[in-house]
């Protein structure tokens, strides 16, 4: 016959007290959680971030998007939905990302990012608003204005394929702005054509800068620095009403020249550019007689004489030319090489003069003229 095993009376103890001691805990964590799901909160901190740069968003504002359908504060936990609470917050236009959370202290977190403007877009029919770097648009907000760079006359930008194409062609330019200290104190604002072409608007300067496309934009904008140091800073900033940027390695200026025809017939007949040097030569007091050109005196400015006057001074001066021959120009050089040949002259006639001085004095001179005598 088999013996039967002797069961441990201890054994059985420990096995019940250690079931009694895990209920107990279950019960006690349940009591608990039921507890804590009934109180309120004793806090909300809202942390938001670049809010110093940045001011779309204050407490004031996430709190109201939070209690819009009650007061959470007298809100049990338990009936409080976090999810729920950040997806209601990122509804915002300005909101990038939101976090919800409660800890064990019964106090509510909320970190926010706010949307980075870019840009603010001014379109032809007088929307305004602003540019993220994800091609986001942001409203203006009531109470704050973010200073950036401005692209004004916008057409109409639609989310669609061509509106992306363009929020990201106007993005391109404001980032290669922005990215260099010289252009973004230099650049007052952009604007677009009726041709979508981007022309930018200088500070300094009344200059109309046609940029065209965004193809090439360092090339065009490393032109138009050296131009700038090597153009304006030698002629001054407003000869020029207009630089062309779109043609490779090259600025077309176009300039700004407060000119007018001339009043005499003959004159109006000649061409643009024989106007303007003739023009420049009388700024430079220059004036040409037979193909020679020679400088001459400032003359005074004389008050315009009548038409009539005009002609008969024309006709004297017309008659003197004709009676007397103009005078030949003689260079310079030519100058001095007749000067030489008259000082050598001169020198050549004086040693014959002193020669015959002291023949005449010889004896052998005196003899014959004795004899001849």
């Not at 054509?193 to 800068?209: A, E, R, W």
């Not at 004489?305 to 024309?314: F, G, R, S, W």
Request: hydrophobic residues 40%.
């Amino acid at each position: 016959m088999t013996e039967k095993r002797k069961i441990s009376t201890r054994k059985i103890l420990n096995t019940i007290f250690t079931i009694a001691l895990i209920c107990c805990c279950i019960i006690a964590l349940s009591s608990a959680s039921k507890i804590e799901k009934t109180k309120t909160l004793s806090k909300i901190e809202i942390d938001i971030s670049n809010g110093d740069k940045y001011r779309f968003l204050d407490d004031k504002k996430v709190m109201e998007m939070i209690n819009d359908s009650g007061d959470v504060t007298h809100v049990p936990i338990g009936k409080l939905d976090a999810r729920k609470m950040e997806q209601t917050i990122a509804t915002s236009p300005w909101v990038k990302d939101a976090q919800v959370y409660i800890d064990n202290a019964q106090v509510m977190h909320l970190f926010i990012t706010q949307r980075t403007p870019l840009t603010r877009i001014f379109e032809s029919n007088g929307n305004s608003y602003y540019l993220d770097k994800t091609l986001s648009i942001m409203p203006l907000s009531d109470n704050y204005i973010y200073y950036t760079t401005v692209v004004t006359n916008v057409p109409q930008l639609k989310d669609d394929s061509a509106g992306r194409s363009m929020k990201g062609r106007i993005l391109a330019v404001v980032k290669f702005i922005q990215a260099n200290p010289f252009w973004m104190a230099q650049i007052s604002h952009v604007t677009i054509d009726s041709g979508n072409t981007f022309v930018l608007v200088p500070l300094l300067g009344n200059q109309k800068i046609i940029l065209g496309d965004t193809s090439m934009m360092k090339e065009k904008f490393d032109n138009l620095y050296v131009f700038y140091k090597k153009i304006f800073s030698r002629i001054g900033w407003d000869k020029y009403d207009v630089l062309d940027l779109r043609y490779k390695g090259q600025v077309i200026a176009s300039p700004a020249l407060p000119w007018k025809g001339p009043v005499d017939k003959a004159m109006a007949n000649m061409s643009w550019t024989r106007s303007m040097v003739d023009s420049s030569l009388k700024a430079n007091n220059v004036v040409i007689v037979k193909d020679t050109v020679r400088k001459t005196a400032a003359v005074k400015p004389v008050l315009a004489a009548p038409v009539k006057k005009i002609a008969d001074k024309k006709k004297v001066a017309l008659a003197k030319s004709k009676a007397a021959p103009a005078h030949k120009v003689i260079p310079a050089r030519a100058k001095k090489v007749e000067k030489k040949k008259i000082e050598k002259k001169a020198e050549k006639k004086k040693n014959n003069n002193k020669n015959d001085k002291e023949k005449k004095k010889s004896p052998k001179y005196i003899y014959q003229k004795k004899t001849s005598n």
